[in-house]
């Protein structure tokens, strides 16, 4: 079965500055890869996902997220900040012809002035 | 507006109560999703129809029962409510596996 491991719990960052967040799945066989927001008191929204080909993808507001086949990984990254990207992150992951999405713990980005 | 709406948005009762979620999507999805979020922001699947029929129960208490009465609704009725059950319980649906889900606002139900 499918699992998801997000290595850091909280990250703060001050603004503008770059900042990684970290993602590790494991499965036996070909997988969908998305990262969802979810601001305060809100539901979650996809921010990007990769299905296949080009292993970097990227949102329309400055995220990317790389997939790494051999070292299961999808890391997030964006290059610079802004207060108004703190918020909880989760990568999921779902195996090709799978019903559910599984989720990662979460990763709550503080953004510091 | 096209969405996932759940209803209500708060739901605070005391424990031994049956109370009901509703979520409606107008997007033509053919799945739908319930999710429980709890205290430490962990997701963790509950249900999942596909259609109007049930092909996914992760080992939730018999006290939680989905409902699909067409697939652009799916409700979630809970019986004799425990302190355990405090959380917030997202609706989603999705066309299929490669699109994603769309979420709900989610409901925060609170038992006391």
């Known amino acids: 079965a499918q699992s998801v491991t997000q290595l850091d719990s909280q990250v703060p960052v001050f603004e503008e500055a770059p900042v990684e967040l970290r993602c590790n799945y494991s499965?036996?066989?070909?997988?969908?890869l998305f990262w969802y927001v979810q601001y305060p008191n809100q539901g979650l929204q996809l921010l990007l996902k990769?299905?296949?080909?080009?292993?970097l993808v990227e949102s329309i507001n400055g995220f990317e997220a790389e997939f790494n086949k051999s070292q299961t990984s999808f890391h997030l990254r964006k290059p610079s900040v802004h207060i108004s990207d703190t918020a909880e992150y989760f990568c999921a992951v779902s195996e090709r012809w799978a019903q559910k999405l599984v989720f990662g713990q979460g990763t709550r980005l503080t953004i510091n002035p | 507006d096209t969405a996932v709406s759940q209803t209500p948005k708060y739901l605070v009762t005391q424990m031994g109560n049956d109370k009901s979620i509703k979520c409606e999507q107008n997007?033509?999805?053919?799945?739908m999703y319930w999710y429980k979020q709890d205290s430490k922001k962990f997701l963790k699947i509950m249900f999942s129809?596909?259609?109007?029929?049930?092909?996914i129960n992760e080992t939730v208490p018999n006290r939680f029962s989905p409902k699909s009465p067409d697939k652009a609704h799916l409700n979630l009725h809970i019986n004799s409510l425990e302190l355990g059950d405090s959380a917030v319980y997202f609706c989603a649906s999705s066309p299929g596996a490669n699109y994603g889900y769309t979420f709900g606002s989610g409901t925060r139900l609170t038992v006391v």
């Open positions: 129809y596909n259609n109007k029929e049930l092909i």
């Open positions: 499965s036996s066989v070909s997988v969908y």
């Open positions: 997007l033509g999805h053919d799945t």
């Open positions: 990769y299905l296949s080909g080009s292993t």
